[in-house]
């Protein structure tokens, strides 16, 4: 094979290690943003936790915070622009307590909430059993879901014992079910039940006889999906029932609680800390940068300070990494600053009036606008959020698909589905609106939507079809 030399010219783009920095902590939430942070923090010794700054407590509600722009970041660079403060006293912890609370968890002194199985054998303790009825209690209460509900059949609980466990202590399915019967004498009422029609059921009995309570017991007990669906000529015929008591039994039972153990589920909370505080100051509607959200760290002086005198050494590259992450945390709340900045130009209109003043926008307005990539605006827009008068709104939100008006203009997806919730809220429940009246309501007001369109919407609202609205 002969060999021989060519020259070849191509295009490669290569991403540095900073832009690849600067591109990953962009596109972080909040809270993974600060989990990255302490991660530098810990791995790279000439970065340090920064001091507060002594600001004093947040703007009070209702008062016009200090202004703020893409330029006014609330750093503090050093000589060299490696001692950067972030953040303020009211932003951390710490804030009114000294050195010596550091390890107080306030935490630790709220009361627990009892789960349902603990509030259940709390209630078993006060029974005199012997021990062997006691576990059987147990083991029915484990066997609960969520609801409260027992959704195995007690012969399946029975097969899935150890035989040596049943052998040896001579446990009948009868003991099963008397455990049961114990359980449905429990707070909250309903629990143990198969479904919710016995639970429903179990709570009515609870309650005074009457003519309306014993209505309402056949209403769970065989007419529940006719309920449900609404369909009250067929209730009405098949309990020989007229208007008012059939709307009477219907409120009886809609004061029930369908999910007995609701109350106990393990619930995680999902904490959310604004990136961005949109307020109103001297009639114009801005934005700031939140200061809790964000994190308070520098480059460590003395020895950045010793390695510039040294000209390299072990801890050069560290150095440099630390300066890389300085700029890339800038670069991050710039660009977040600068996005928000011009949503609410946008939008000011929605902070304003409301979802029906919602102007339509992409991704691709804000790039142009920002002289940036759409790629940029998204990874500023993903999981990032803001705090309003009207509430707490991911930058997302505020981006949508657009409906052309009669009159040339365009209608955004969220103004609109605010006009058909405004329609539905007002409509007369005996008669209430279908997809297709809705949509002719629209087009009166110059808005040409389909009635697919318009159940896509109402559906995406989690709004009920017109034969699940309508009441006696």
């Not at 009211?90 to 603990?118: H, I, K, W």
Request: with cysteine; glycine share 8%; hydrophobic share 40%.
């Amino acid at each position: 094979m002969k060999q021989s030399l060519q020259l070849k010219l191509s295009q490669q783009l290569n991403l540095t290690p900073q832009l690849q920095q600067s591109i990953k902590l962009l596109q972080l939430s909040t809270l993974e943003f600060r989990q990255e942070i302490e991660r530098y923090l810990i791995e790279n010794p000439l970065l340090e936790p920064g001091e507060d700054r002594g600001e004093g407590p947040g703007e009070g509600e209702g008062e016009a915070p200090a202004e703020s722009s893409s330029d006014d970041s609330g750093s503090e660079y050093g000589a060299e622009g490696d001692d950067w403060n972030w953040g303020s006293g009211s932003g951390g912890g710490g804030g009114g307590q000294g050195e010596d609370d550091d390890d107080f968890d306030p935490a630790s002194n709220t009361a627990r909430e009892l789960t349902l199985r603990e509030h259940l054998l709390e209630q078993a303790g006060l029974l005199p059993l012997p021990a062997l009825d006691r576990a059987v209690l147990g083991l029915v209460i484990d066997a609960l879901d969520d609801d409260g509900f027992l959704t195995q059949s007690l012969q399946e609980i029975f097969e899935q014992l150890p035989e040596e466990l049943v052998a040896e202590t001579g446990l009948e399915l009868e003991d099963l079910s008397v455990a049961l019967a114990r359980i449905k004498q429990f707070e909250p009422i309903g629990v143990g039940a198969r479904d919710m029609a016995e639970a429903l059921a179990m709570q009515l009995r609870q309650m005074p006889a009457d003519d309306i309570r014993q209505l309402a017991l056949q209403l769970v007990e065989g007419y529940l999906d006719l309920l449900a669906a609404r369909d009250y000529t067929r209730l009405k015929k098949a309990l020989k029932c007229d208007d008012a008591q059939l709307k009477s039994a219907n409120a009886l039972i809609v004061g029930l609680n369908p999910r007995p153990a609701a109350r106990w589920a393990a619930l995680t909370p999902r904490y959310v800390i604004p990136d961005v505080i949109v307020y109103k100051a001297r009639g114009k509607w801005r934005a700031r940068l939140n200061e809790a959200a964000r994190p308070r760290f520098r480059v460590n002086r003395m020895y950045a300070d010793i390695l510039q005198r040294s000209e390299g050494g072990v801890l050069a590259r560290e150095l440099q990494e630390a300066r890389w992450l300085v700029k890339s945390v800038q670069q991050r709340f710039d660009t977040i600053l600068r996005v928000a900045e011009a949503i609410v130009a946008r939008q000011h209109a929605f902070f304003e009036h409301g979802e029906v003043a919602m102007r339509p926008m992409v991704l691709r307005d804000i790039a142009e606008e920002l002289e940036l990539h759409e790629s940029t605006i998204s990874r500023v827009t993903s999981q990032k959020y803001l705090h309003s008068p009207r509430g707490l709104f991911e930058f997302k939100y505020f981006f949508g698909s657009h409906v052309e008006t009669e009159a040339g203009g365009e209608c955004s997806a969220t103004a609109i589905k605010a006009i058909i919730k405004q329609l539905i809220q007002n409509e007369d429940k005996n008669k209430p609106l279908s997809d297709s009246a809705l949509a002719e309501t629209l087009s009166r007001q110059g808005i040409v939507v389909a009635r697919r369109t318009v159940a896509k919407y109402r559906e995406a609202m989690q709004i009920a079809p017109v034969n699940q609205r309508k009441t006696l």
